[in-house]
């Protein structure tokens, strides 16, 4: 018979062993809680102070900061009142967003208007929490909900919104609205994915020119009309960048209470060289800011799907543009009396004609052109002499004859009538023939 294995049982650990361990869970947690509802105090915005609510609404004032307000009424009657809402705290929280958080009763009717605050913003009360983004980066405007689920996303928002970045271009309508519309723009045209040292300059760029729009388009799959041909010709991989400048109009239609701003009209001045540097964009940023030759463009650019029909109707246009100026440099090496020989009877050619014997007598007798104030004394003593000449003809009422007064003797008839036959016809004094 076998012989039977006794089983290893193990004891039980002590005591003190657990202990340790289930204490140091145990303070995590109290931390963390502890942690958690030590939330920062978020400031309340006094409505009742005009000068806050201007800082507020349109950073005014010497703070210039970005605000992101909670609409949330004041409690009353020493009452707790409605909870902060967790996704605005938690975005406070995180405090990574450039933003001054504060909260405001926006039921508050503003004595200026006799509105709510809701009401004069524009503001949707259905919507909540209503949250809204204003101060130094202009008037209240509302956070759509879908930011709103989580505070994380609230403060990505925030981020977009608030820290300089290059604008992401794709339609025309963006392009009105994020560059064109803009007093100056800088567009990078993307002939492929970017490098670092691309990413780096923009950045320095936003930096450098905080009051300038930076945008980018992906010029790979995409095309601008009306604006390629000024540029470089389109190479994979080489990036392009040009500037805009608003000449005058905009993009507001106008209402029954604002005025309609007129066609938008705006010029540019475009990067020559291939590639593009830090500096380089710099100092095309820098022209455009001073007005240096900026060129008006008779319509504005255009997005649309790069094709190669569009890319041959650009190069054809190119090719004109370089036609005309190699005929206009052609133009300009050849003065104008070369142009004809002689005068070979044209219009044109008579006046270059007088236009060449003008020039040789000016220079024979040193005659140097006159000034507008010699031409103004000329017209001025001419039309001095006129009046002189015409008053020596004019009969002044002084030289008129009294009524009745007998005309001179001179001029009347002395009768002398003997000329005259029978007939009244004067005689002939020489004899008649008679040819019978």
């Excluded at 009424?73 to 933003?99: R, W």
């Excluded at 980066?137 to 928002?157: D, F, I, R, S, W």
Aim: charged residues 35%.
């Amino acid at each position: 018979m076998a012989r039977i294995q006794k089983k290893n049982t193990q004891s039980a650990p002590p005591l003190d062993k657990l202990l340790v361990p289930a204490v140091g869970i145990a303070l995590a947690m109290l931390g963390y809680f502890f942690m958690k509802g030590m939330r920062n105090d978020i400031p309340r915005i006094d409505v009742n102070d005009a000068l806050a609510l201007r800082e507020v609404f349109f950073g005014e004032g010497a703070s210039g900061k970005d605000y992101a307000v909670l609409c949330h009424p004041e409690a009353k009657d020493g009452s707790v009142g409605l909870p902060v809402s967790s996704v605005f705290q938690d975005s406070n929280d995180d405090g990574s967003a450039p933003v001054e958080y504060v909260l405001m009763d926006c039921d508050h009717i503003l004595p200026d208007s006799g509105k709510s605050i809701y009401e004069k913003f524009k503001l949707d009360k259905k919507k909540r929490p209503t949250v809204f983004v204003s101060g130094k980066v202009g008037p209240p405007k509302q956070v759509p909900e879908k930011h709103l689920k989580t505070g994380a996303m609230l403060t990505k928002l925030l981020k977009q919104m608030l820290e300089p970045h290059a604008a992401k271009i794709e339609k025309t309508k963006d392009l009105k609205e994020k560059c064109l519309n803009k007093d100056v723009c800088g567009l990078l045209l993307k002939g492929g994915k970017p490098e670092p040292y691309v990413k780096h300059a923009i950045a320095n760029l936003l930096g450098k020119y905080p009051n300038v729009q930076f945008a980018s388009v992906d010029s790979t799959v995409l095309f601008l009309t009306n604006l390629e041909e000024y540029l470089p010709e389109y190479v994979a991989g080489e990036h392009r960048f040009v500037v805009f400048k608003k000449v005058s109009g905009g993009l507001a239609a106008g209402d029954n209470t604002t005025k309609a701003e007129g066609r938008l009209k705006t010029s540019i001045l475009a990067l020559e060289d291939p590639g593009v540097s830090f500096g380089s964009m710099s100092t095309l940023v820098s022209n455009a800011l001073n007005g240096k030759n900026l060129k008006r463009i008779p319509a504005l650019p255009n997005i649309k799907t790069r094709t190669k029909k569009l890319e041959e109707s650009e190069r054809q246009k190119r090719d004109r543009k370089k036609d005309q100026a190699r005929k206009k440099a052609q133009e300009d090496q050849n003065p104008p009396q070369q142009t004809f020989t002689a005068n070979d009877g044209t219009k044109e050619g008579r006046r270059l004609e007088r236009e060449r014997r003008r020039a040789e007598h000016n220079a024979e007798n040193n005659v140097k052109p006159k000034t507008p104030e010699e031409i103004a004394e000329m017209e001025r003593k001419r039309r001095q002499r006129m009046q002189e000449e015409a008053e020596k003809w004019n009969i002044g009422a002084e030289d008129a004859s009294e009524e009745g007064e007998p005309i001179d003797e001179d001029f009347a008839d002395d009768g002398d009538e003997d000329d005259l036959d029978d007939d009244g016809d004067y005689e002939d004094d020489e004899d008649v023939l008679d040819l019978d």
